[in-house]
């Protein structure tokens, strides 16, 4: 496992496998949005292209290896990726996935509940009166206590597609779960990107994982063993890890045997590649979902966390 400031040394090292302005130039949005050296026209993003082909061309100029094309680029991917993870159409709304819906006695600040409170109010008016407080109901949202270890698979290629999805997935996992979760990014090592107990804000996070490449062969066990040991200091009753990768473990242990170790493990897999990933889900009592492409993956952690 890599944590502390090896973690930055990692990342560092990471940061010089980037793209150049040549390859980049490949894709007529890319051209659109740095028609020239040193310059980034923010408004370009704005254009009729798809989604995902925008966001996906923002994060691989995030990786570019022009300095300043880089800086400015890493600084808006953060905050888009955020926000869209945020977003109806990138997923609920805040509290959704993580809260129920409860009613109590009603309290200042909180909405009242029209239903319960009535026959108070109606009493209340008749006799040209304040209605008692201590008769009325209220509603409030009651928070599920749920601890996440997210695991993002780097191994093979970390092309567009797949650096936008551990973003997403990243953010998605920050709004859902406040600062009790860890990002583990993982290959035939383990990067402990964001620590179970530490605070970072999402957009940090994000920026981290905008500079993995992918490499080396794939320990799933070792990934698990990794969000075990994260998850251990966490305060929540509930302890969910979730993996963003197709599950086919080339090195190291038994990963079923891993994540039978845990209490709840799900997957996240690419549409048409799922049968080793279910298997695994289905060892760690969880639930394996289909990914048609990285803009699924906001709505499907919502799904997972309820």
Not at 64 to 92: I, K, N, Y
Not at 130 to 158: F, H, I, Q
Not at 165 to 192: E, N, P, T
Not at 213 to 233: F, N, S
């Amino acid at each position: 496992m890599i944590a502390g400031t090896e973690v930055r040394r990692v990342l560092a090292e990471e940061r010089r496998h980037t793209f150049t302005r040549e390859q980049l130039a490949r894709r007529p949005l890319f051209r659109a949005l740095s028609p020239e050296p040193g310059h980034f026209r923010e408004a370009a993003l704005h254009s009729p292209a798809p989604v995902q082909e925008t966001l996906e061309v923002l994060v691989d100029a995030a990786r570019a290896a022009e300095p300043d094309l880089r800086r400015l680029a890493r600084r808006l991917a953060g905050r888009v990726v955020v926000r869209f993870a945020r977003s109806p159409s990138g997923g609920s709304g805040q509290g959704t996935g993580i809260g129920t819906l409860r009613r109590t006695a009603w309290g200042p600040g909180m909405d009242l509940d029209l239903d319960a409170s009535m026959e108070t109010l109606i009493e209340a008016r008749a006799a040209g009166a304040a209605p008692a407080e201590d008769a009325l109901r209220g509603v409030a949202w009651a928070r599920r206590s749920t601890a996440v270890s997210l695991l993002v698979d780097r191994s093979g290629s970390m092309g567009g597609a797949r650096v936008l999805a551990a973003a997403l997935a990243a953010a998605a996992v920050a709004q859902r779960a406040g600062d009790d979760y860890s990002v583990i990014a993982f290959a035939d090592d383990a990067v402990v990107v964001k620590p179970q107990d530490e605070p970072r804000p999402a957009e940090a996070v994000v920026d981290d994982l905008l500079a993995l490449v992918g490499y080396g062969m794939t320990d799933i066990a070792l990934a698990l063993r990794t969000a075990r040991a994260e998850l251990a200091r966490a305060t929540a009753r509930r302890l969910v890890a979730i993996l963003l990768s197709d599950c086919h473990s080339t090195n190291g242990d038994d990963p079923l045997v891993e994540a039978a170790r845990l209490d709840e493990v799900h997957v996240l897999a690419p549409a048409g590649d799922t049968e080793d990933a279910a298997r695994l889900a289905r060892a760690g009592s969880g639930r394996c979902v289909a990914l048609a492409g990285p803009l699924d993956v906001p709505a499907a952690l919502s799904a997972l966390m309820q």
